[in-house]
Every structure is written in structure tokens, then in C-alpha cells.
């Protein structure tokens, strides 16, 4: 079975620039959420997202936004960019919206110059 | 929401030696669990285990959830066991919160 997917790997935007994100969650799997990995720090939490609606959000401006497809999958948006929002973008997803375990894709990589 | 502390920062280790990776965190959580970053980023879960003990091969795993730890256990150490070990727990929904994350080196 197919893991998490994300689109794509890698990304250079420039700042004031806009950016999607993409994601697939594992099949069978409902919920989907967002985390930001900045160099050297460990993931944060942006958003969660469950049979469509958004269940949680971290402590992240409103430039960053999301949604989930009747598919399951999931896009993250954000807007304006940053240089400080250059980071590994990861997604994870579980079956339920509080799971046993959740099971991470292989992020997307994004450079903002 | 839940703070995660992890220690060491930082181990280097030679082939074949064991080691023992702790994380405290400041409340309750349901959800606990062990992850090791590949150097290309990807997160690989290695253990569920919001209490007790578990093993799998050279990894075991022990949480504590009445003192608020857990602790990893690498034996025989390998290589290929470089990276960043993460612990993250939670105590409501899905939201994750990391610890700063254990850097091992393991020289051959």
C-alpha cells in the first residue's frame, strides 16, 4: 500500500510570492494534518483537517490556509511568503481525528529567497 | 498544550555501542510516540507508546506515564541508526507537539 504523498519535493518561491502545498493521505485514512519543520527545531503543528473540516490549528498567522477534498486528500496554502517560512513542510495522516499514531509523508522543501 | 523536552541534544556513538535517548513531558498525554528523521527528511514511526514497554529488534521503548517520561532504547548501534530521534505526544486530537529532537552520529 502507498504511503503518505506530497507535491511536490521541492520548492523556491520568492518573498510576497503564494504557495500550495499538496497531500494524499494513506488510503482509508480521514484525517489529515499540517507541521512545519524549520532547520534544527522539530515539527510544528499548523492545522488538522477531518472528513473535511478543520479540527485544529496551531499558533500560525492567517496567511497559512487549507483545505480537505471529498478524496481525503489536502492542500495547504499560504500567502505572502516569508523568508522565515522557509521550511520542510510535512504531512501526516491517521484514520481517525484522534488516532493511535500518526504516519508522516516525505514533506516538500520550501525555499523562499 | 503539552511541553516536550528531549536529551541528550546531541550523541555520537561508535558502531556497536548501546544507547539510552529520554523524553520528559509536563503533562498527561495519550499519544506518545517515537520517530526517527532520515537525512532526507522523512519521518519514520518507530514506536506507539503511550505507556509500558515495547520492543522491535534493536529499538525498545519504555513510557512511564505516571512521571511523564519515556525513554528509547538503541543496542548494538548501527550506522544507519543516524539521525534525529523525535519524540511528540498529545493529550487531545491529533495535534503533535515534537521535542527539539536527538541528534546521534554513529561512527563506524
Known amino acids: 500500500d502507498a504511503g503518505v504523498t506530497q507535491s511536490p519535493t521541492h520548492l523556491i518561491k520568492t518573498r510576497g510570492q503564494h504557495v500550495t502545498l499538496r497531500c494524499s493521505p494513506i488510503?482509508?485514512?480521514?484525517?489529515v494534518s499540517w507541521y512545519q519543520q524549520v532547520l534544527g527545531q522539530g515539527p510544528q503543528f499548523i492545522f488538522q483537517?477531518?472528513?473535511?473540516?478543520?479540527?485544529g490549528r496551531g499558533n500560525f498567522p492567517d496567511r497559512f490556509s487549507a483545505r480537505q477534498f471529498p478524496n481525503y486528500s489536502s492542500e495547504l496554502n499560504v500567502n505572502a511568503l516569508l523568508l522565515g517560512d522557509s521550511a520542510l513542510y510535512l504531512c501526516?495522516?491517521?484514520?481517525?481525528?484522534?488516532?493511535?499514531?500518526?504516519?508522516f509523508g516525505p514533506g516538500t522543501r520550501l525555499t523562499v529567497t | 498544550g503539552i511541553q516536550v523536552e528531549q536529551s541528550p541534544p546531541d550523541l555520537i556513538l561508535q558502531e556497536g555501542a548501546n544507547s539510552t535517548l529520554r523524553c520528559n513531558f509536563s503533562?498527561?498525554?495519550?499519544?506518545l510516540q517515537w520517530f526517527h528523521q532520515n537525512p532526507w527528511g522523512q519521518l519514520i514511526n518507530l514506536f506507539y507508546?503511550?505507556?509500558g514497554t515495547k520492543q522491535n529488534g534493536r529499538l525498545s521503548a519504555t513510557t512511564v506515564a505516571t512521571e511523564r517520561y519515556s525513554l528509547l532504547y538503541i543496542s548494538s548501534s548501527q550506522t544507519t541508526d543516524s539521525g534525529v530521534y523525535f519524540c511528540?505526544?498529545?493529550?487531545?486530537?491529533?495535534?503533535?507537539?515534537f521535542g527539539g529532537g536527538t541528534r546521534l552520529m554513529v561512527k563506524p
Open positions: 501526516a495522516s491517521s484514520p481517525g481525528p484522534s488516532s493511535r499514531g500518526q504516519y
Open positions: 488510503s482509508g485514512h480521514k484525517s
Open positions: 483537517y477531518y472528513e473535511k473540516e478543520e479540527r
Open positions: 503533562d498527561s498525554v495519550n499519544n
Open positions: 507508546i503511550p505507556s
Open positions: 511528540a505526544g498529545n493529550n487531545a486530537g491529533n495535534m503533535l507537539t
